[in-house]
T-cell receptor, first 114, second 113 residues
Framework: KNQVEQSPQSLIILEGKNCTLQ??????????LRWYKQDTGRGPVSLTI?????NTKSNGRYTATLDADTKQSSLHITASQLSDSASYIC?????????????FGRGTQLTVWP | EADIYQTPRYLVIGTGKKITLECSQT?????MYWYQQDPGMELHLIHY???????EKGDLSSESTVSRIRTEHFPLTLESARPSHTSQYLC????????????FGEGSRLTVL
């Protein structure tokens, strides 16, 4: 059973609009959470990392939040651009092993229309 | 830009052929990984290595094999390709810290006819 669930599965928005992507996880014990952006036909690229003690972190127009109590994270994109069209993948790392096992969500496919 | 490279980017071959997907990184990372990704699905770890002469199988069973003779090089080989091997294969590397950032290559899209 996948321990990282992302919603929505896909999303279409108009250029300039804001959107929020959700990630719920059951991974325990929790180490950190990363959001990756994967352009079509390319490898994923890290956008942000959230550790247990962090509630919010920004990277340009991307803002990630984390609620470790409810095990939820969100990625908010402000003033979307056409180049934001991509799959956004939530990855949770557990600290229960020295290997730092990674759990991947299936991603949210975002399409930005002009 | 991450310094990790995969070749070929695209490969279409017939059933029964032997193929090798190449992956090289210039970041000096000890940890390297191979993931398999199908459309709309999560990445599945098929092989990983924590250093030269160290290779382990991942969570997803795979008929492929890997080798790690040099730090920078982590090739994946399929001795006899089948249509079920059609997928996107992503190579990645990371630094020493557990759960550190993964740096991915561009991927190799394999189609077996």
């Amino acid at each position: 059973k996948n321990q990282v669930e992302q919603s929505p599965q896909s999303l279409i928005i108009l250029e300039g609009k804001n959107c929020t992507l959700q990630c719920n996880y059951t991974v325990s014990p929790f180490s950190n959470l990363r959001w990756y952006k994967q352009d079509t036909g390319r490898g994923p690229v890290s956008l942000t990392i959230m550790t247990f003690s962090e509630n919010t972190k920004s990277n340009g127009r991307y803002t990630a939040t984390l609620d470790a109590d409810t095990k939820q994270s969100s990625l908010h994109i402000t003033a979307s651009q056409l180049s934001d069209s991509a799959s956004y993948i939530c990855v949770v790392i557990d600290r229960g092993s020295t290997l730092g096992r990674l759990y991947f969500g299936r991603g949210t496919q975002l399409t930005v229309w002009p | 830009e991450a310094d990790i490279y995969q070749t070929p980017r695209y490969l279409v071959i017939g059933t029964g052929k032997k193929i090798t997907l190449e992956c090289s990184q210039t970041m000096g990372h000890d940890k390297m990984y191979w993931y398999q990704q199908d459309p709309g699905m999560e990445l599945h770890l098929i092989h990983y290595s924590y250093g030269v002469n160290s290779t382990e199988k991942g969570d997803l069973s795979s008929e492929s094999t890997v080798s790690r003779i040099r730090t920078e090089h982590f090739p994946l080989t399929l001795e006899s390709a089948r249509p079920s091997h059609t997928s996107q294969y992503l190579c990645a590397s990371s630094g020493q810290a557990p759960g550190g950032e993964l740096f991915f290559g561009e991927g190799s899209r394999l189609t077996v006819l």
